[in-house]
């Protein structure tokens, strides 16, 4: 972060500075709601958590070195040297402070929303426009109303180009987050299902909250949609967006602006293809397994060469991509085992996916290990029936479920002819299973919804593979 005053914070977050404190050309480096994270010269934001409210570690914030902190109440006392500002919301506060530190930085911003594959398009954006630019991005999945702002108060004056992801539950989310980012290019990954549960059980309600963030984009700024999504090629009819922004169309479909023809989708370590763009053909190889790869690939070069990059430097970057941790992270182990940790979260599509690459590896046993999808409403039984459908039509030799809700994926694959179907109703009921099922050329997939931690089974079975084979 740049350096502000305390007089441009205060005028930000339309804030009362409380005590005698009137130093408002106090220089403040930056803005933190961690007090273990604090520098010297800080501001800090107490926000009020579910959990925990920030207004206990004011003290211990001021101690390490913050500079002053927003409040929304009075302390008891006041330290000395130190300033205190007031306002309503702390965490309205920090939104509305990243909105005014936004207005300083005559760059480019991307933002990144849709129902899957938000953060891999983020990391993939960001390996191709670091081929040219210095490019600065979300953060892991940071992607809600303190993880954008934290996103954008990181911005500086080296930065040339920023890539936010914006994550969403509920209506009104995507448009507070973009009114704060000001992006001038906007991409939409897809419209599916997660998060149904929470915006009536409707898809058509997932594809209006997806498009709040036109209502942030800059008049002429690029949008870039999914060509091959049934309710984003809707977009082509609606006159107003198109009059007023810029649309690349990524994809298969014959009418996509950038497309990816002869994909090679079974390799072991990557996916190949050859890009179609306004500028000509040139082949691709995306170091990361899933047909669904050509999406952030395809995306990723529509912006590069929308802000002058080369067919080369798109090629490099994509080359250079790497996924987020427990993204279909791989684990290549000892006698040919691989296990896919694909456990950060969990929704119909991107299951279904994980599936399809799993029964794409190369091995003697093929093994998944689902769990409970959350917030899908009164579709869940629905969606994952589908999952278990999806299971039993791949070459999956073994089904592990963990979970209540997994229950309906082992049900439907067994009702469609799957074979070797084990369920478990929690991680540890499910540690025999997979010791039991460990073995030479057998390929591991963990899949679910964050808050199942299937990452703990994860690393439980690599674990067990090294001590049972070694390691590389």
Known sequence: METITLRELREAVHGELLGDFRGEDTPITGAESDN???????????????????????????????SGAVVSEDPD???????????????????????????????????????????????????????????????????????????????????????????????????????????????????????????????????????????GLAEGGLAVMNGDDAYLRTLREDREKQEKFHFAWVGESRDCTFRAVHIEDTLQDAVQFTMETPDGSFPVKVPALGRHMIYPALTAAAIGMHYGMTAKEIAAGIAHYVPTAMRMETVRLPEGIIVYNDTYNANPQSMKAGLLTLSHTKGQRHVAVLGDMMELGDAEERLHREVGRAAAEGNIDTLITVGRAAGWIADEAERRGLADVRICHSREEAEPVLRALLGPETVFYFKASHAMALEKLAAYTADMAKSVYGDL
């Open 36 to 66: 273990r994270r604090i520098k010297p010269g800080n501001v800090f934001f107490a926000f009020r958590g579910e959990k925990a409210d920030g207004h206990r570690f004011v003290k211990a914030a001021l101690a390490a070195g913050a």
């Open 77 to 215: 006392e006041y330290m000395p040297g130190k300033f205190y500002v007031k306002v309503q919301d702390t965490l309205l506060a920090a939104g509305d402070l990243a909105r005014a530190y936004r207005r300083r930085f005559a760059i480019p911003v991307v933002a990144v929303t849709g129902s899957v594959g938000k953060t891999t398009m983020k990391d993939m954006i960001y390996a191709v426009l670091s081929e040219r630019f210095c490019t600065l991005r979300t953060e892991a999945n940071f992607n809600n109303n303190i993880g954008v702002p934290r996103t954008i108060l990181r911005l500086d004056r080296g930065t040339q180009m920023a890539v936010v992801e914006m994550g969403m539950n509920h209506f009104g989310e995507i448009d507070y987050l973009v009114h704060i980012a000001q992006p001038t290019c906007a991409v939409i990954t897809n419209i599916g299902e997660a998060h149904i549960g929470n915006l009536g059980g409707k898809k058509e309600n997932i594809f209006k909250a997806k498009c709040e963030i036109f209502g």
